[in-house]
């Protein structure tokens, strides 16, 4: 199954005038990496978010913002702290004594000390019920985020198929040119061998081995069975159920190989211009397969 590691889910829940959002955004990355930003009172939450993630992504770059808000009431949530404020007019009731200043008090006098005011809390259940809002939006976003990146990659999917389809194309014409080459190489070697070494004491069955080894070195068929293989692993895995992401980068490069040892061995230039063709091809293919989970 082809899943691209790109893409952006964006999910909301409110409950009890309670709003939480939450957005993913997705990169490309060789292994899942979880950047999450949650409210300060929600941080001690980032594992389990993190725990949750896991469950359903397997790689990618994942920036995860949570973004929770509560209903305007027309209440502040501050409250005055009555021991500061009356221990504030004592001092200063004794300053105006000391300093002979007469005068009453007022709340411009108290309130210039900025720490009268006390910013409340959320207590443990109304944490939860934040929480719990969260984790609501939280999946509605993985839910949007993974159907973007399924869509992706069904789009790769056709993408990949076509080029292998491509590279399967050129093999076959590379075993159209190979057709017969072995038996002409080795006919070719004994006569030019024969020519050289025109002598009757000259060792006819050495020289037919030595051909025979030369020949075989030129003989390509086994790369081309090892490149039709790893042709068809990749179908397969790309329609399995699983991410496949890691196992097609891995064909990927065992198809470069066979491919640079059939352009070696081949000494030919047709096959070789069919080789060219096929690692532009198979490069194009490495680069897409970098952004499969």
Do not use: C
Not at 266 to 280: G, T
């Amino acid at each position: 199954m082809i899943i691209s590691m790109t893409g952006f889910g964006r999910g909301e829940a409110t409950e009890n005038g309670i709003t939480a959002t939450v957005e993913i955004k997705s990169l490309n990355s060789r292994y899942l990496d979880l950047s999450i930003r949650l409210p300060q009172r929600l941080q001690d939450k980032e594992l389990i978010l993190k725990e949750l993630v896991q469950k359903t992504i397997s790689r990618g770059k994942l920036n995860i913002n949570v973004h929770v808000t509560e209903s305007d009431s027309g209440e502040p949530h501050i409250k005055v702290d009555e021991v500061k404020v009356k221990a504030y007019a004592r001092i200063l009731r004794e300053v105006q004594e000391a300093a002979g200043i007469e005068g009453s008090l007022n709340v411009r006098n108290i309130t210039g000390f900025g720490d009268v005011f006390i910013t409340q809390e959320d207590d443990e259940e109304i944490l939860e019920k934040k929480w719990s809002v969260a984790l609501k939006a939280l999946n509605s976003a993985v839910e949007n985020l993974i159907a973007m990146r399924t869509q992706e990659g069904n789009q790769l999917k056709n993408d990949l198929i076509e080029r292998i389809e491509n590279i399967e194309a050129n093999l076959k014409d590379i075993e159209k040119v190979t057709n017969g080459r072995v038996e002409e190489i080795r006919n070719k070697l004994r006569e030019r061998i024969q020519q050289l070494f025109d002598d009757e004491n000259f060792d006819k069955e050495r020289l037919e081995t030595e051909v025979a080894v030369i020949a075989d070195k030129m003989d390509i068929t086994e790369e081309i069975v090892r490149m039709r293989a790893h042709l068809k692993f990749f179908i397969e895995a790309i329609e399995q159920a699983e991410p496949a992401g890691r196992r097609l980068n891995f064909l990927t490069q065992e198809m470069n190989r066979e491919l640079n040892t059939i352009g070696s061995k081949a000494n030919d230039s047709e096959i070789a211009h069919h080789v060219v063709r096929s690692k532009e091809t198979l490069e194009q293919i490495r680069e897409q397969v970098q952004n499969v989970e």
